[in-house]
């Protein structure tokens, strides 16, 4: 059973568009909710993350948007750039169970120049 | 200020085989995760090492096995390999308390023959 379910698979847009990525969750438990890049051939890199207490956090050219009672957020970059072409992943984790983190299935997102 | 490492960068193991992986965490971090990648998948977690001990396990057989040692650093075994057992190995650090950010390193490739 998937516990973070993402949308889209993936994403193609023109440089300085706005790609949205989006995730959505079941278990009320959780309590954060990072976003992470990865480039093929590296880790994960974390990104942006926030708490269930506020509905929008911004850092740089992205934000993440927060929608507690639906259960769902989103990643949004500003001005994308060739750059940003990665995978993304979304993850959720409760802090009452360890920080087990749970992903998604991950978003394979080009910039076209 | 070193990141995670990891060690090797790649593996190649044959069916039953055993294999151990190894983990530095973050400066300042006392909490390993480890997490396999299948390709195009997102990280399932494994297991998680606080204080010498396993703390949490995810849905994988007792052929994974784990090791922390006094320095925080981490050892990932897995015995009698197979097949499926081939993805991209990922260590992640964090301070203990949960519910914050865990840092990724760049992970082992192993592939199975």
């Known amino acids: 059973q998937q516990q973070v379910k993402q949308s889209p698979q993936s994403l193609i847009v023109q440089k300085g568009g706005i790609p949205i990525i989006n995730c959505a969750y079941e278990?009320?438990?959780?309590?954060?909710f990072p976003w992470y890049q990865q480039f093929p051939g590296k880790g994960p890199a974390l990104l942006i993350a926030i708490r269930p207490d506020v509905s929008e956090k911004k850092e740089g050219r992205f934000t993440i948007s927060f929608n507690k009672s639906a259960k769902q957020f989103s990643l949004h970059i500003m001005d994308s750039q060739p750059g940003d072409s990665a995978t993304y992943f979304c993850?959720?984790?409760?802090?009452?169970?360890?920080?087990?983190?749970?992903f998604g299935t991950g978003t394979s997102l080009t910039v076209i120049p | 200020d070193a990141g995670v490492t990891q060690s090797p960068t790649h593996l190649i193991k044959t069916r039953g085989q055993q294999v151990t992986l190894r983990c530095s965490p973050k400066?300042?971090?006392?909490?390993v995760s480890w997490y396999q990648q299948a390709l195009g998948q997102g990280p399932q977690f494994i297991f998680q090492?606080?204080?010498?001990?396993?703390?949490q396990r995810g849905n994988f057989p007792d052929r994974f096995s784990g090791h922390q040692f006094p320095n925080y650093s981490s050892e990932l075994n897995v015995n009698a390999l197979l097949l499926g057992d081939s993805a991209l190995y990922l260590c992640?650090?964090?301070?203990?308390?949960?519910?914050?950010?865990?840092?990724f390193g760049d992970g082992t490739r192993l592939s199975i023959l």
């Open positions: 278990n009320t438990a959780f309590d954060y």
């Open positions: 400066s300042g971090h006392d909490t």
């Open positions: 993850a959720a984790s409760a802090s009452n169970t360890g920080n087990q983190f749970y």
């Open positions: 090492y606080y204080e010498e001990e396993e703390r």
């Open positions: 992640a650090s964090s301070i203990t308390g949960g519910g914050g950010p865990q840092h």
